[in-house]
């Protein structure tokens, strides 16, 4: 890999995700194929790969549902193998198909998530009222998910998602279809997110997505192919973007 | 052979879905409707597809009114909802077949026009649709939606949930089809796609926002934009947003898309102020608006 | 007519490709009669009791080993004292406990009276009361051998006896109540399922924007539930007949045609189902709930309608369910003609007329 210098260091404290040689077949189909990278504190990592790459049963074992078959991993300090649950007390999630209760109000969601993260009732309080202040909610916060904006309510999954002050937060294709202001106002809150320190995981097949990543890699047929900053990705494959990156990379 | 539509208005209890719509659509054109989700595309397709009624307006497919003589638009048009409306339980080949019976034609009788398309997807005829990844999903679906040879094309968010390569490879497609005399109107919310189309409409909230070609719509922004980058990018989105002068703000990758609201901007005085609150590495240089800056000015 | 050919074929490989609607189809109606046959039935075997016998003489020694003999009953326990009676019951090892009086004997001869307490548990009020009815029939029996040699100016009542014939077995009486209630599953269930399916998977959209007419998309839906459910109108008539063995005394053909009217009924009520849920799930839910619980609650079939409040007796008559019942058992147990039964048949009739003018108007070409 790409970071010799730096490499020894972060071995040490600075890295919330690492993982190395990370392997799940399922029968004689290697679905993760050894895979290595690590994710540094406050990092914006980009998990890129067509469908079918491999990215979704690399996650299940990062976030401790599903036991690798070979490799080691640690994820904000823990081992997958031997403490999935200290893992998921760490991290947040958020998946474009589901996010909120739809039929639950904006404080009812926010309620209900911080309750099985185990918040106290004050703490629930507090972040709901600094929560729905943030995101200009007020007006709002007695209806029912379902009635808002899209766009809304991906801003507000995504808070809620690090309710519990998460050291990482996973995003599966956050951004989709919304908007192209929502879609920066969201960004917006990613970067602040990164700002205070907590990592940010984004999977996603959408290109124009990684141009937005600190970090990118690239998967395909379970191994990861490509591992770098957006703009060296563009320089080492001389492409325009990202999507050509991707173009290139996929037919080989 | 094109498509018509003027002053349309659709609402749904207490939501405007599309408001006072009208455009043209040339015939033999690769027309792209381009709007984020809820920005009433699917709403326009399904009035020109004769399954809704518009509330006002009127419009006409292939010379047919939608609402009168839509028995007319239904044989004439090819639709292809999004999500990819397939029979999961049935192979390819039964989709093809089946797709192909009920507008009483054959595989073998227009298979000149889906040949391109289908051979790619011909080796797994024997598949069930169910399985097919998102990719042949959408060949399959498009090569339906052609069996009955159209003369006119609606493709709804075609590109969603597929990877890029497949992406790539059904905008070729699509530009294939053209040559052949198909009018197609082609709906996603992706803003980059807007290039491959001979001329789009933007939308938001069941409003067109503009209409031209995607080289003229990006010539329509009113001002000079600059790339800027630093160290931090959190720092860098909140001092900008700060600066007393800028008209626009947007993060955009590794940039953020900086437009002032004078004149005679000059970078330097930026530099110098995004210097003072200790920014690093920090540079500014202009570049070019894309569809998407314009589609955000327009919006905001 | 290739296209109508074409969208049939599709419907039947959608129906043979899905397992689990395949089950339903197939598998209800046998396990449902075989359930009603074997298992959920009004006769009792082996029920275990306990006696408490004050007297010990000879006519309750034959009463004892009457009841012994018979295959209903197995005198589990003998107790001796009043005290014991609530305790077996406690325990949960008897179902019943026949308590005879001091002197039975003695005082039958006297005063051409003794006294039997018969005490049941009554936590299944059900059973209870077929126990007691069993019981009776077989004191009644044995009275009547008592009075065989004695000139006595009062005979025991037949009606009793008919009613409780032990011979009379429950399965003939499920199975009408069994085949209206699959056949009103299959083709209601099914068809309104098929056509949200589609709804839910866009391909609706695609039908609509075709030149098939919405009727025959209708048509198409329904024809291969036709099918599937005059053959399973057959499977349960046969299995009725050859495992239980029960009687058809009526024309079988007469059966057949009105099962017919019915499956039409059922599938009109299937696509104006459809007409109003936009999921699968809904569709399924209506009916359920819509169909299923009124049919096994409101028809007849379990309960007798001459038994419910007024209301209810009113309400049943708008039940299709309620008037296939009565043609059925008519047809079956009573093996009578078009004659007795042409009202009902005229009233299914213009119920089915009702439901398919009402689908068709609520069907639409668009989407809204």
Redesign the interface.
Known sequence: MRFPLSWEMNMQNNNVIQVEGLTKMFGDFTAVDAITFDVKKGEIFGFLGANGAGKTTAIKMLIGISNPTSGKATVAGFDVLTNPNDIKRNIGYMSQRFALYDDLTVKENITFFGGIYGLSRKRIKEKSEALIKELGLENVASQLVGSLPLGWKQKLSFSVALIHDPKIVFLDEPTGAVDPITRRQFWEMIYKAANQDTTVFVTTHYMDEAEYCDRVSIMVDGKIEALDTPMKLKEQFQAESMNDVFLKLARG | MGISISNISKSYKNVKALQDISFEVKPNELFGLIGPDGAGKTTLFRILTTLLFPDHGTATVAGFDVVGDYKEIRKNVGYMPGRFSLYQDLTVEENLNFFATIFGTTIDENYDLIKDIYVQIEPFKDRRAGKLSGGMKQKLALSCALIHKPKVLFLDEPTTGVDPVSRKEFWEMLKRLQQKGITILVSTPYMDEAALCDRVALIQDGRILQIDTPKAIVKHYPKPIYNVRSDNMYQLITNLKDYEFNHSVYPFGEFVHYTDSRTDFNPTELQHYLESKNLKNIEIHETDATIEDTFMELAK | M??F???I??EF??IF??RRSLFILFGMPIAQILLFGFAITNEINNVDIAILDHSKDNTTEEIINKIAASKYFSIKQMITREADIASVFQKGQVKAVLNFEKDFSKNLIKDHKATIQVITDATDPNTANTITNYINAILQQYQKELNKDIIIAYQILPQTRMVYNPELKSVYMFVPGVMTIILMLVSAMMTSISITREKE???M????????RPFQVIIGKVVPYIFLSIINAVVIVMLSIFIFNMPVQGSLILLGLESVLFIITSLALGILISTISATQQTAMMISLMGLMLPVILLSGFIFPISSMPMPLQIISNIIPAKWFIIILKAIMLKGVGMQFIWKETLILLGMTVFFIALSVKKYK????
């Open positions: 290739k296209r050919i074409g969208f074929k599709k490989y959608h490709r899905d998977l866009g391909t959209e695609i039908l609509l924007v075709s030149p098939l070409i668009r989407l809204e």
